[in-house]
């Protein structure tokens, strides 16, 4: 979408977590210098990072990066309390919390915001425009606080949305022939390598590909005695002994979808 709908910002939006320090020391001081903030890991996979710095170098224009606070540090503010397929908070402080602060802070306007929901993710497209109240999406949040401490929430205009790839009629065998010969490193799969989103033999399919990432998901079931998902603990996830072997396009979608790139 980058590639080929110009847009005249182009924002990231971080998922930080506080352990699992990202392996190449200077990619790691170069991100913290983009974001203002101390990065020590993330809880998407490690390429996510390399894609951004690799897409800016193919578009050839600038990507802003974000990140508002820690997972573990959302997790901590919440009281324990993880989220789940109910109370899915983490989409909202993670990713859309992040970027409203930057479109507040530095666009006057409502801006119109692409997202890449393609040919045949009609539904998708349908619940969001749902949400709308005039074409455009509302966000309550708090980015102040009274005198006495309590937060300061304001309904904010985040944006008017805008789906390009399923206007065209794009399909994902088409992004994909695109990228083959491009330049640019993509993860295995978009978003939190744990998300309670994926299934179970997923989920086992990342402790596979990600063990490390995968435990801080298991530790905060550990430490917190709540549960991301409410069939299954990551603790028992990571013991399965699945009779079958996933192939790489088996589950290839969230199956929320709401804080991809």
């Not at 990231?12 to 974001?35: H, N, P, Q, T, Y």
């Not at 996510?48 to 802003?64: C, P, V």
């Not at 997923?202 to 990432?213: A, G, Q, W």
């Not at 298991?218 to 072997?245: A, C, F, H, L, M």
């Amino acid at each position: 979408m980058a590639a080929h709908y110009a847009a005249d910002y182009n924002i990231f939006s971080l998922v930080r977590i506080g352990s699992r320090k990202f392996k190449d020391e200077a990619i790691r001081r170069m991100v913290e210098d983009r974001i203002q903030k101390p990065f020590i890991g993330t809880a998407e996979d490690d390429a996510i990072i390399y894609t951004m710095l690799d897409l800016e170098q193919h578009i050839g224009k600038a990507i802003t990066w974000v990140s508002g606070q820690t997972f573990d540090e959302i997790i901590e503010a919440k009281g324990g309390y993880i989220p789940n397929k109910i109370a899915r908070y983490c989409t909202t402080e993670l990713k859309t919390m992040p970027i409203l602060e930057w479109v507040i802070t530095n666009i006057d306007s409502v801006p119109t915001m692409n997202f890449g929901y393609r040919a045949n993710e009609g539904r998708r497209v349908s619940k969001m425009l749902e949400r709308c109240e005039d074409g455009i999406i509302k966000v309550k949040a708090s980015f102040e606080k009274h005198q006495d401490g309590r937060n300061k929430w304001h309904l904010f205009d985040y944006c008017a949305p805008k789906f390009p790839l399923y206007e065209d009629g794009i399909h994902k065998d088409q992004i994909e022939s695109y990228w083959q010969d491009k330049p640019v490193r993509f993860a295995y799969m978009n978003n939190c390598v744990g998300c309670f989103w994926k299934s179970p033999l997923l989920l086992h399919k990342m402790y596979e590909r990600h063990p490390s990432k995968m435990e801080w998901f298991n530790e905060q079931e550990q430490k917190t005695g709540n549960r991301w998902r409410s069939d299954v603990s990551y603790e028992s996830i990571k013991n399965y002994k699945p009779q079958i072997e996933l192939f790489e396009d088996d589950f290839n979608e969230c199956d929320n979808g709401t804080c991809g790139i």
